[in-house]
């Protein structure tokens, strides 16, 4: 895979240099811009990111180290390197004592510049990396959507359609019923799927910092900004940000929010100048959105905007007939020590009984407990929680496990086409099992 892209600024006020160090320094994945002066290399650092800046130590309209104060300040992923002259390496020692990334004296070798360039434009890839993996925190398991149901179906086939889009997408549901496998997935499907997503739960957000978190900001922009920080936006340009929680966002940061979702532009905190960005949002919750904008507790606009393309996650009690899929994908993904485990028929119609509430993460929570219950793999009642037991022995519940069991086999002989043999295959039952079923359920 060719390496991304990326921008080096020369600054120098000498047009000969300007024009050597840019033809020299140009690469497949390089491109080079100059400036002759402080003042049009802030007009161009405000028009774009650049990665690596190579700067004259004396400019024409700027005294001393003022211009690389000025850049370690307002810039966090940028690596400046000096060019100075015989007289001047105590002041090109001094600048790497602000931030400077190195130095160099002219005359400059040409091939000692071009390794200084390549290895800081690597620091700056790796510190990217790592502040990117500091913000996604959580897991990245399960990214398959488990189940042959209707319901399920239709949820894969929105999310065929709406990932390669740009368009923002608004995934609802109750906790725990996947709604950040369905982002994942719309991800994983898009034109961003190479980079890594982003993603924030936002009732981690704490209120006073939730404008900083998203946005970043500049050193002084606030007390305690002692630094010049990216935020969430910086680092989901050109990928694809999930915001988990959407309804717990402060009402005062969505009006912002939603300008960054109309224009892909963005000012961090106490900064004068926009960014632009390239972002593909998606955003998910647990409330009732329409509600809380009735209520004046979420902003109209933004609700609308974030609405564009919806994705609604049904609760596990709607779609019994996926819980066996379910089961046996748990008992796998779970399984640490190479027991095979099962659940005999008892124990398997109290989870089909059962609401589940805790919809599909409680599945798993139940079955993780159950392995550990388990005596040679063998999941019985006394593994499950006594509540799941006990509302299968009080409820009226009339969904059998025989009942799941026709679904499920006809389902997945219509997966493959009627093939008996690869559906037997797949069910772990042998074709002569398969046969006697389906005489069964023709008879019926």
């Known amino acids: 895979m060719p390496q991304d892209k990326y921008a080096i600024l020369v600054i120098d006020d000498e047009e000969p240099i300007r024009r050597l160090l840019q033809r020299e320094l140009s690469e497949g994945n390089r491109e080079v811009f100059t400036a002759e002066s402080a003042q049009q290399a802030m007009q161009l650092i405000n028009e774009r990111h650049f990665s690596v800046i190579v700067m ?55 091939e000692r510049l071009d390794l200084l360039v390549a290895k800081a434009h690597q620091r700056v890839v790796l510190e990217r990396e790592n502040a990117i993996l500091r913000q996604q925190t959580d897991s990245k398991d399960d990214v398959s959507f488990i189940g042959n149901s209707k319901m399920i179906n239709e ?18 549901g109750e906790s725990g019923v996947g709604k950040d496998v369905v982002a994942r997935l719309i991800h994983m499907r ?54 988990d929680e959407i309804g717990e966002l402060p009402m005062e940061v969505q009006a912002s929010l939603l300008r960054a ?11 004068k100048e926009e960014r632009k960005v390239n972002i593909r949002f998606l955003f998910a919750t647990n409330r009732h959105l329409a509600e809380e904008v009735e209520k004046g507790r979420f902003n109209e606009a933004f609700y609308h905007r974030i609405n564009a393309f919806h994705i609604k996650v049904p609760r596990l009690a709607e779609r019994k007939e996926d819980l066996p899929l379910l089961v046996d994908y748990f008992l796998s993904i779970l399984n640490t020590d190479g027991m095979e485990y099962r659940l005999i028929d008892s124990a398997m119609a109290c989870v089909l009984r059962y609401n589940w509430p805790g919809n599909v993460r409680e599945l798993r929570n139940v079955l993780e407990r159950a392995m550990i219950l388990a005596e040679n793999g063998i999941i019985t009642e006394r593994c499950l929680p006594r509540e799941l037991v006990e509302q299968s022995e009080n409820g009226d519940d009339v969904f059998t496990l025989e009942t799941v069991e026709k679904q499920h086999i006809l389902k997945m002989l219509d997966v493959f086409e009627g093939n008996r043999q690869k559906t037997a295959e797949t069910l772990g039952i042998s074709r002569k099992t398969l046969y006697r079923k389906l005489l069964n359920y023709a008879a019926g």
Do not use: W
């Not at 949820?155 to 609802?172: E, H, Q, R, Y």
């Not at 979702?261 to 900064?271: C, F, I, N, P």
């Open 261 to 271: 979702l109309e224009t892909q532009t963005y000012r961090r905190v106490g900064d």
């Open 56 to 110: 004259d130590l004396r400019l024409p309209d700027v005294q001393g180290l003022e211009l690389l104060v000025k850049l370690k300040e307002s810039l966090s992923n940028t690596e400046v390197i000096m060019i100075t002259g015989h007289g001047d390496v105590d002041t090109a020692v001094e600048a790497m004592k602000f931030g400077a990334y190195d130095f160099i004296r002219k005359p400059f070798n040409l």
């Open 190 to 243: 898009s034109n961003c799927c190479g980079k890594p997503i982003i993603i924030k739960n936002c009732a981690s957000l704490q209120k006073e910092l939730a404008r900083s978190e998203l946005f970043g900001h500049v050193k002084g922009a606030f007390t305690g900004a002692d630094d010049t920080r990216e935020g969430l936006l910086a680092f989901a340009d050109e990928s694809t940000l999930f915001l």
């Open 155 to 172: 949820i894969m086939f929105l999310v065929n359609k709406v990932a390669p889009a740009s368009i923002p997408v608004l995934i609802t």
